[in-house]
């Protein structure tokens, strides 16, 4: 499949299959990563433009959603990824947006005590933009744009990103680029 038959096939909504599971940053006490669940919703359209919304859970069953995480922005074409013919190297740029709405009040109160150089006082379900601003808690610096170095790949109707290292470690550099394919997004009907 060239590029351009790729970015065809990619225009459009995806959503999770289900909640999702990943190894966060964090870690537990026992130093074990902390689990981060989360859905997500991609749409990608014309001049490469893409928004992604992700709504994380405090447990497996996506029952107990904490925020609602936003963004908008740009893909770069990096060429061919080594991992299955087919596949992309891509860089997301949140170039255009980044907002984060609590759903939780525990949230809440985390973010009021961690999140509040530049911020209005948090309140649940009210969004506030994080875009190129301090964050701490997603570890996002003033004045950067978010980028992540990723992967795509789509077949029979569904899109793959990279697999998050399990070790934690973020997309943040083209060397920390993924290796393996995580759970794939379905077409949304």
Do not use: C
């Amino acid at each position: 499949m060239t590029l351009d038959q790729l970015k065809q096939q990619l225009a459009g909504e995806w959503i999770s299959i289900a909640p999702e599971l990943r190894p966060s940053g964090s870690k537990n006490a026992d130093g074990s990563l902390k689990p981060f669940y989360l859905t997500r919703r991609f749409t990608y359209s014309a001049e490469d433009i893409f928004a992604l919304e992700i709504i994380n859970f405090a447990d497996a069953y996506g029952q107990i959603p904490l925020a609602n995480i936003k963004l908008k922005g740009h893909i770069s074409w990096q060429g061919e990824h080594p991992i299955i013919m087919g596949a992309q190297q891509v860089d997301f740029t949140a170039s255009q947006a980044y907002d984060v709405t609590p759903l939780h009040p525990a949230f809440i109160d985390i973010l009021n005590k961690v999140a509040t150089d530049g911020y209005d006082a948090w309140q649940l379900n009210t969004s506030q933009s994080v875009f190129q601003k301090a964050f701490l808690p997603f570890g996002l610096t003033q004045g950067q744009l978010f980028k992540e170095y990723d992967l795509i790949f789509v077949q029979n109707n569904l899109m793959f990103w990279g697999a998050r290292h399990v070790d934690g470690r973020g997309f943040d550099t083209p060397e920390n680029r993924p290796t393996n394919l995580q759970i794939p997004l379905i077409r949304r009907a």
